[in-house]
């Protein structure tokens, strides 16, 4: 059985009737498999983590079809996957055994033998003549049970004589014996912790005195809602019986992310895991919400406007049955949260510690609270699961939620708690005009703004109603302002600042300036770039009369602007002046910033000489911060980083990358996150790391469409389209290149890779003429206002690449002396291996020159650590040396490629890697058949391909044989040439036969 089983799915319900075989297996000969409810599912879901119980589950259908009765218990909270299991071992025993099963509900607790209605009105439905010969007692307590209307009460069986009780016990076992097929009867009862005395007792009669055939009987049910008599009934089985329990765990983050599949960013599988707990139930109905907000303090609340009936309505039936007092104590416990204090609790409530401890008993009775700590003091208890949680909460009325907020807000004040721990019940209860409330959220937000960001805006919301004065709602907007930038909610933050400055006095220039530098950081991060400097430049009259802190910071945010809009002497200027302001407090946070700043503007002119000085200050800096320090800084560490991308300095921006990235997932800092992400893709796709880049695109994706940043989802397309290009080739990779580059408008630096990495595709697709459009709209673009030449060289040498292709040798000179001017200015090994490559296409294919250049740019190549490219170049070098018929060698080159490319996880380019040697197998001399003392024709070829330095395993892949072969080829060739060394026989062979036809 494998872990994951794709074509069994959940919601796949088995119709009454015969079940659709696996594939690969027959259907049912005879008899009926009847239907497991199911969870209803858009579309099949994986199977996936129970491998373990799969193969538990195989070996009781063997044993049952050799005649062992078995008793098989799957046990696991709800949700867990218990269905889905017996659903799993129905189709197992299908082919052979006959499938009966029966399901009671919590709703049907009155039915008298529920679980075993659907399969006696089945094997009724099959078999009418079952019931002749039936006392009449007997026979319409049997009509009864099928039809699901046997209710307790005195003509039920427990009223019977033990002797007629009996009797009908044995009819339903006959019934079970007539039913089964050669391998006997598979007996399914779900959710058997609702079942009826009746069930139980029926149930202990079969595991007692099990048919005469062979049998399994597999019941689910939830192991801390059972009763004691059904568990005291699963025990007491007869001796011959096999049982096994199977407990099912929530699944583990592999699991998940199975069942969600490649396609899922990471960090949507992984607030779905946290979410679900691994509860496949919750799992799947979650997974069905398109977008999740980013800014909820309570992710749980954002899933729940989508969660499917199938899902609520299970979880509020378990609350039907609770009494009145219980189910206060569970809804104002949901408003407190986990985990609960049940001594603020029974404040809360205004019941004595007695009554609230035993109706928390009560409710663990039924397992809708569980221990969630024991720390031998006090124990600690939680909801079974947050869903449920979140459920209770918003299924009680608003104005009950609003007492029990306000009563545990007296609670806490009355206990002297803080503004954090009071801050949840403040912002649900305040009513407006309560000052001292936005008072208090206003300070809790601020204690929280640097680790919690949305939930310090979620606060700062909830004040602004209160009222409070004018300087006290500026204070709230203003704090608001940055939160809202640190997680991304930019437009929000932008439609703020009209009211903020309507309430900001005229004698504030240095709060008016910080102010304003926070909306132009929104305006930058949205990517308008022109408006962020529209709005601080007429600001900068007001340096004079601000604080040295607020200048600087000021000037460095417009410097950031100014790079970004490649305005490169403009931005150093205004670096110098904030650097020349900066106070002595702040200075080493301001300097590490513009360092940042600076060389990323660098990296973006190939100014390699000022480059190193500002990496190497800003990458002290900030490797000499730990954690707590570094998380406002996220911004000028994800520029560091993009710096050391382009500047070839991959492991140290793969390291600022990964860490900033950790440190905006844990805080909440969403606005960074496309940067961050779509610095590690492009991280991994140069460095050749396909499968890490493909993740690290999608969840771009996902970072970008929550902060609505059409040209960053764009981006993140392109790199996804040359990841996939890598992979599964250029057809699968153009539909996503060119939506990337639809989706980026503005023609700026995002622009330019979005075309480039379409240019490359289509070159891929043999379609040079549109390569070179793209790549000349690339270069017209960017020679105005200026160069960004460290990535020049590269557009460059594809333009020469596909100049060749067309068969225009003119223009691929000319695009390839432009490509070696520029690697020359700033001296890079991947600038100066793509001028090579692009000289490479300029010399005639059976020029020396031309191999030279080619084997210059695979080893800068591979000393920059641009694993792809150097695998395409050296793809390219061999079929040159292919034509040049310099076979030895181009082999050598294959096995490399195939080598890199495997490691890389490119399978487009291994699969052209053996095309490749393919064709030098087809080009390698054929000898004659020889006689018994000389070599046969394939002694021949295997001495040939041994004589030019080629392994065992080189020569047996292009040959297509196994290693062993080659080994006993060669065996022969040593006793037949009487040698015992390789570089013997190839001395002998070339000694035999002349100079070899390649050399």
């Given amino acids: 059985m494998t872990a994951v089983r794709e074509d069994r799915a959940l919601g796949r319900r088995l119709s009454p009737g015969r079940a659709p075989s696996p594939p690969g297996r027959a259907g049912p000969r005879s008899g009926r498999i009847l239907s497991?409810?199911?969870?209803?599912?858009?579309?099949?879901?994986?199977?996936?983590?129970?491998?373990?119980?799969?193969?538990?589950?195989?070996?009781?259908?063997?044993?049952?079809?050799?005649?062992?009765?078995?008793?098989?218990?799957?046990?696991?909270?709800?949700?867990?996957?218990?269905?889905?299991?017996?659903?799993?071992?129905a189709l197992t025993a299908g082919d052979t055994m006959n499938v009966l099963s029966g399901r009671v509900s919590g709703f049907e607790r009155e039915q008298a033998f529920g679980v075993f209605a659907e399969p006696v009105r089945e094997i009724l439905r099959a078999r009418p003549s079952l019931v002749r010969g039936l006392d009449d007692r007997t026979r319409a307590l049997l009509e009864a049970v099928g039809s699901g209307l046997a209710l307790r009460g005195r003509k039920s069986p427990y009223a019977l004589p033990d002797a007629e009780r009996f009797e009908f016990f044995e009819t339903v076992t006959r019934m079970v014996e007539h039913a089964a097929r050669p391998e006997g009867v598979l007996l399914c009862l779900d959710d058997l912790h609702w079942a009826d005395d009746g069930t139980i007792a029926l149930l202990h009669h079969l595991i007692r005195h099990p048919p005469a055939v062979p049998l399994i009987v597999a019941c689910s049910y939830r192991p801390r809602q059972a009763s004691a008599r059904l568990t005291a009934c699963l025990r007491d089985t007869a001796n011959a019986i096999r049982a096994d329990r199977i407990e099912l765990s929530p699944l583990d983050r592999n699991a998940v992310d199975q069942i969600l599949g490649p396609d899922v960013a990471i960090d949507r599988r992984a607030r779905l895991y946290r979410t679900s707990g691994g509860n496949?139930?919750?799992?799947?109905?979650?997974?069905?919400?398109?977008?999740?907000?980013?800014?909820?303090?309570?992710a749980v609340g954002t899933f729940l406007d989508g969660m499917p009936d199938s899902v609520r309505s299970p979880l509020l039936g378990e609350l039907v049955p609770l009494e009145p007092d219980h189910r206060e104590v569970l809804r104002v416990a949901a408003a407190l949260g986990d985990p609960i204090d049940p001594v603020l609790l029974a404040e809360v409530t205004g019941k004595d510690a007695s009554a609230t401890m035993a109706a928390l008993d009560a409710l663990a009775g039924r397992d809708l609270i569980r221990p969630a700590s024991r720390d031998g003091i006090r124990p600690s208890l939680c909801f079974r699961h947050p869903l449920l949680r979140q459920l209770v909460y918003e299924e009680t009325a608003m104005g009950a939620r609003l007492a029990?907020?306000?009563?545990?807000?007296?609670?806490?004040?009355?206990?002297?708690a803080g503004p954090v721990e009071r801050a949840p019940h403040v912002a649900r209860s305040a009513q407006r005009g309560d000052t001292a409330a936005l008072r208090l959220l206003a300070e809790a937000a601020g204690q929280i703004m640097r680790t919690a960001p949305a939930t310090a805006a979620a606060w700062l919301r909830a004040a602004l109603p209160l009222g409070g004065d004018r300087s006290t709602r500026l204070d709230v907007l203003e704090a608001l302002s940055r939160a809202l930038v640190m997680t991304g909610r930019l437009e929000e933050?932008?439609?703020?600042?009209?009211?903020?400055?309507?309430?900001?006095?005229?004698?504030?220039?240095?709060?008016?300036?910080?102010?304003?530098?926070?909306?132009?950081?929104?305006?930058?991060?949205?990517?308008?770039?022109?408006?962020?400097?529209?709005?601080?430049?007429?600001?900068?009259?007001?340096?004079?009369?601000?604080?040295?802190?607020?200048?600087?910071?000021?000037?460095?945010?417009?410097?950031?602007?100014?790079?970004?809009?490649?305005?490169?002497?403009?931005?150093?200027?205004?670096?110098?002046?904030?650097?020349?302001?900066?106070?002595?407090?702040?200075?080493?946070?301001?300097?590490?910033?513009?360092?940042?700043?600076?060389?990323?503007?660098?990296?973006?002119?190939?100014?390699?000489?000022?480059?190193?000085?500002?990496?190497?200050?800003?990458?002290?800096?900030?490797?000499?911060?730990?954690?707590?320090?570094?998380?406002?800084?996220?911004?000028?560490?994800?520029?560091?980083?993009?710096?050391?991308?382009?500047?070839?300095?991959?492991?140290?921006?793969?390291?600022?990358?990964?860490?900033?990235?950790?440190l905006a997932r844990l805080t909440g800092q969403h606005v960074v996150m496309p940067y961050l992400l779509l610095g590690l893709a492009y991280v991994h796709i140069t460095t050749g790391r396909v499968d890490e880049a493909l993740r690290a695109a999608v969840d771009a994706e996902e970072a970008a469409s929550l902060l609505s940043r059409s040209d960053m989802l764009g981006f993140a397309l392109a790199l996804r389209g040359w990841a996939t290009a890598m992979r599964d080739g250029p057809e699968a990779a153009a539909p996503l290149a060119e939506r990337g580059l639809r989706h980026v408008n503005a023609r700026g630096l995002l622009w330019e890779v979005a075309s480039g990495v379409l240019a490359h595709i289509r070159l891929a697709q043999r379609r040079p003429d549109d390569c070179l459009g793209l790549l000349r709209s690339v270069d017209a673009h960017i020679r105005h206002p200026s160069p960004v030449s460290s990535l020049r060289p590269m557009w460059h040498c594809l333009a020469a690449l596909a100049a060749e292709a067309a068969d225009r040798p003119g223009e691929a000179r000319l695009w390839a002396e432009r490509a070696g001017r520029e690697a020359a200015a700033h001296g890079l090994d991947g600038a100066i291996a793509?001028?090579?490559?692009?000289?490479?296409?300029?010399?005639?294919?059976?020029?020396?020159?031309?191999?030279?250049?080619?084997?210059?740019?695979?080893?800068k190549l591979s000393a920059s650590g641009l694993a792809l490219v150097e695998c395409s170049t050296r793809l390219l070098l061999a079929r040159n040396l292919i034509t040049l018929r310099r076979l030895g060698e181009a082999a050598v080159e294959v096995e490399r490629v195939k080598t890199l490319a495997n490691a890389c996880g490119a399978r487009f380019l291994y699969t052209k890697a053996v095309n490749a040697q393919r064709r030098i197998g087809a080009s390698q001399p054929r000898r004659p058949t020889a006689t018994d003392s000389t070599l046969t024709r394939r002694e021949s070829e295997i001495a040939q391909l041994v004589s030019l330095g080629m392994s065992n395993q080189a020569i047996a892949t292009m040959l297509h044989l196994s290693v062993k072969t080659v080994e006993a080829h060669l065996t022969k060739i040593y006793r037949k040439l009487r040698t015992r060394s390789r570089p013997a026989l190839a001395a002998m062979f070339t000694a035999r036969h002349g100079e070899h036809p390649d050399r």
């Avoid at 373990?52 to 195989?58: N, W």
């Avoid at 139930?281 to 303090?297: C, F, G, I, Q």
């Fill in 404 to 416: 029990v907020h306000r009563r545990a807000d007296l609670a806490l004040r009355r206990r002297g």
């Fill in 834 to 859: 793509f001028a090579a490559l692009a000289r490479a296409q300029t010399c005639a294919p059976q020029d020396r020159g031309r191999i030279e250049r080619l084997g210059e740019a695979a080893e």
């Fill in 280 to 298: 496949p139930r919750y799992l799947e109905a979650l997974s069905r919400v398109r977008r999740l907000s980013p800014d909820s303090p309570d």
């Fill in 36 to 89: 497991l409810p199911a969870v209803s599912l858009p579309h099949p879901a994986p199977f996936a983590g129970r491998g373990r119980e799969m193969a538990r589950l195989d070996a009781a259908v063997t044993a049952g079809r050799r005649g062992t009765p078995v008793l098989l218990e799957i046990v696991g909270d709800p949700g867990v996957g218990k269905t889905r299991l017996l659903s799993e071992l």
């Fill in 493 to 662: 933050c932008r439609r703020l600042l009209p009211e903020i400055l309507s309430l900001l006095d005229a004698d504030r220039p240095d709060r008016r300036l910080e102010i304003i530098t926070v909306h132009a950081a929104a305006a930058r991060l949205l990517g308008d770039y022109r408006g962020a400097c529209a709005i601080l430049g007429p600001e900068l009259s007001a340096l004079k009369n601000a604080r040295a802190s607020a200048g600087s910071r000021a000037l460095l945010e417009l410097a950031v602007a100014k790079m970004m809009q490649r305005r490169y002497d403009e931005c150093r200027e205004l670096v110098g002046e904030a650097a020349e302001r900066a106070p002595a407090g702040s200075a080493g946070d301001l300097l590490a910033a513009a360092a940042a700043c600076l060389a990323l503007g660098a990296a973006y002119r190939g100014d390699r000489h000022s480059f190193a000085e500002h990496v190497r200050h800003a990458a002290t800096a900030y490797d000499t911060m730990d954690d707590p320090d570094l998380m406002p800084h996220l911004d000028p560490l994800s520029q560091l980083a993009w710096a050391e991308a382009l500047a070839e300095r991959h492991q140290d921006a793969l390291r600022h990358f990964t860490r900033g990235l950790a």
